[in-house]
């Protein structure tokens, strides 16, 4: 999450995760069925983004997903 006074960096950060793709899962949580590990690493650099404004979470599983892979064709 970032805060409010930094607007701009959060506008142009989720338009840079649209533009590569991700699904919005929930307002601040975005999903991508692949590895991105190195793009985020990139992303976090460019948009001088800390640890907390910018969470990685690996999961095997998300309930009731039909709209992530329907999203994502598989």
């Known amino acids: 999450d970032i805060e409010d006074k930094y607007k701009m960096k959060r506008e142009a950060l989720r338009g840079k995760i649209k533009e590569l793709g991700f699904y ?3 307002k601040s949580v975005w999903v991508c069925p692949y590895d991105f ?3 985020a690493n990139i992303i ?4 001088e983004l800390t640890y907390d404004e910018m969470k990685i979470i690996t999961a095997c599983e998300i309930e ?3 709209a992530v892979k329907i ?3 598989i």
């Open 64 to 66: 009731q997903d039909r």
């Open 24 to 26: 919005q899962l929930q």
């Open 37 to 39: 590990q190195k793009e």
């Open 44 to 47: 976090r650099a460019f948009f």
């Open 71 to 73: 999203f994502f064709k």
